[in-house]
Structure formats: C-alpha cells, structure tokens
C-alpha cells in the first residue's frame, strides 16, 4: 500500500494535529502499517537478517509472496526457518526452494513436540542428515518446563541428543529456552569445547541469565519484539551485553514488535526492533544492521552464503 493513496492513512495524518506524539505515532501505524514501516527504514541503509520466523505456518498461507516482498523492501537480506519437527522442517526445505538465496530452512525437534516416542522420531530425524541436505542448524531445540514437566527427563534426553548432532554434522543449534535454563546450561556444559556455536533464540531474560548463556562463546541472544514492549526489561539488560553477542529475529507471526503489536508478525517489522536497538544503546540503525549481520555470519557462514 502506498501512502499518497491511502484515504486511511490520510486520516491518521489528519489526526497528528490532533494527539500528543506517542499517540500520533500509534495511530499512524495502526491505519497505515506498511508506510509507517517506509518510515522506520529511512534512517538505514544497511540489510537486516531475521534469523527466526516460521514462514512455514498457516498465518502466511494466504499472501508469502507479499510477505516476503515487504521483507526486501525493508532492507531484510535473508531469513532463517526453523522447524519443529520432521514435517515442518521439509516446509522450511520447499520454502528455501521456492526463495533460493534468501530463505533458509533449519531442522529440529522442538521441547514442546516432545512425546513419549521421542526416541523413534529422532531416529528417523537424524537419517536426514546422514543424507546430503541443506539445512544450516539444528533447530528449534531445546527445554521448555513452562507449561508441564509431563516429558521432562525425555526433553531431557532429546536436547541432549540433539546438541550432540550439532557437534556431529557441524551445524549451529537454534535453542528455545523457557523455566529450563539451569537443566540446559548443565548439559552443554558437558560439551562445551565441541560445540559449533548458535542462537539462544527469543532472549527476554536478566543479565545473569544472559551471563550463564554467554559462557558459550560461539553463541549468540536473538532479540526481538519484546525489546520494544512497554515491560520489557531488556531495554535496562542489553547495554550490558556486548552487540558482538546479538542477532535479530522476529519468531513471526508471534511477538510482533510495538507499534505493530496485536498483528501478525513479521519480518519487515524487524525495522521497529533495529530502531529500539539502536536507541538502547546509543547509536546508529545501520551500525546495529552492521554489526548483527556480522554476528549472524559468524555462527552460520559455513552453511549461509554471504
């Protein structure tokens, strides 16, 4: 949608004389998303990485293809896709296809898909990568406790295998992390000189928890909407943590960054989380496009071409 032809975005305009600025900027987005992200990206000249979106859910069904067009316009260079599980990780594969250089598909066994016939499904997962495949990571893996400890020993049991795969194939780990991290830090722990690197994806906790991630020293915090949230603590946690150790991502289509939040999620958003970024602390967009995308090369450049 171009502004100059949007009656509605006419009518957010008209009502900047009318609100203070928060509220101005509020209800420009809300009428007129997609040229308040024209707006975002004025200040940026330099490309952006989504490292975490799952493009390959129903949410983006009905319209990828523009999905993915408000993506370039925004400056975002590549995507990351994770799975959850076997199928969802040939979704990512047939999306990588369809956006060859672009998209790029992860696989993995996520906490939450984590059954009792755990052991069987993993099994025929690792057969994909004893085969030739294009995935760049293990992923989305991890421990989640949040809800339940129903499968606690078996997502136990299924991270761990896991972690050993990345080491095995090479292959960064895109970890998901929720009420599991002392369990987690234990077990990679035991591998810590092996391991190839990753994301701890969708970081929102303190600066203890970012210290305990961040012993691994080829791992990196992906940061999203939630810096952008009105409670969100990272806004007084980032300045402590190194932009060396920071890659960005949406975890589209949730976490959509204010002032697109209640929305479905997605990567030309990314621009609202690089301005907050920025802000936080204390310089330029581009440098925050800059130095992300370094980062985002480091731990995934064996497999992502730059």
């Given at each position: 949608m171009r502004c100059e032809q949007s009656p509605r975005a006419f009518g957010a305009l008209w009502g900047l004389v009318l609100f203070p600025l928060t509220w101005k900027v509020a209800l420009f987005c809300a009428f007129a998303p997609h040229c308040c992200l024209q707006l975002a990206n004025k200040q940026m000249t330099t490309g952006i990485i989504d490292t975490h979106i799952h493009l390959d859910v129903d949410d983006y069904r009905d319209d990828l293809h523009e999905v993915i067009a408000r993506a370039k316009d925004a400056d975002v260079t590549k995507v990351f896709i994770p799975a959850i599980d076997e199928s969802s990780g040939d979704a990512a594969l047939l999306?990588?296809?369809?956006?060859?250089n672009y998209a790029f598909a992860m696989m993995g066994l996520h906490p939450e898909e984590v059954k009792a016939d755990y052991a069987e499904v993993l099994r025929h997962m690792k057969k994909r990568f004893d085969e030739s495949h294009s995935f760049i990571a293990v992923g989305e893996v991890g421990l989640d406790f949040y809800w339940s400890r129903e499968f606690e020993q078996q997502q136990l049991e299924a991270f761990e295998e896991q972690v050993r795969w990345s080491i095995e194939y090479d292959l960064p780990l895109m970890i998901h992390c929720r009420k599991g991290q002392n369990e987690m830090v234990h077990i990679l722990k035991k591998y810590e000189s092996q391991l190839p690197g990753g994301v701890f994806h969708c970081f929102t906790g303190n600066e203890h928890e970012a210290d305990a991630f961040l012993q691994f020293d080829k791992f990196v915090l992906g940061i999203g909407g939630v810096l952008t949230f009105k409670k969100s603590n990272l806004?007084?946690?980032?300045?402590?943590?190194?932009?060396?150790?920071?890659?960005?991502?949406?975890?589209?289509?949730?976490?959509?960054?204010?002032?697109?939040r209640g929305k479905r999620n997605e990567s030309a958003y990314l621009t609202h989380v690089v301005e907050k970024m920025a802000e936080t602390y204390a310089t330029t967009s581009d440098e925050i496009a800059r130095q992300t995308s370094e980062n985002v090369k480091r731990v995934f450049g064996k497999r992502v071409p730059f």
């Open positions: 999306l990588a296809q369809r956006y060859p806004p007084s946690v980032l300045p402590h943590i190194p932009l060396s150790r920071i890659v960005l991502e949406t975890d589209g289509p949730y976490m959509a960054p204010v002032p697109m």
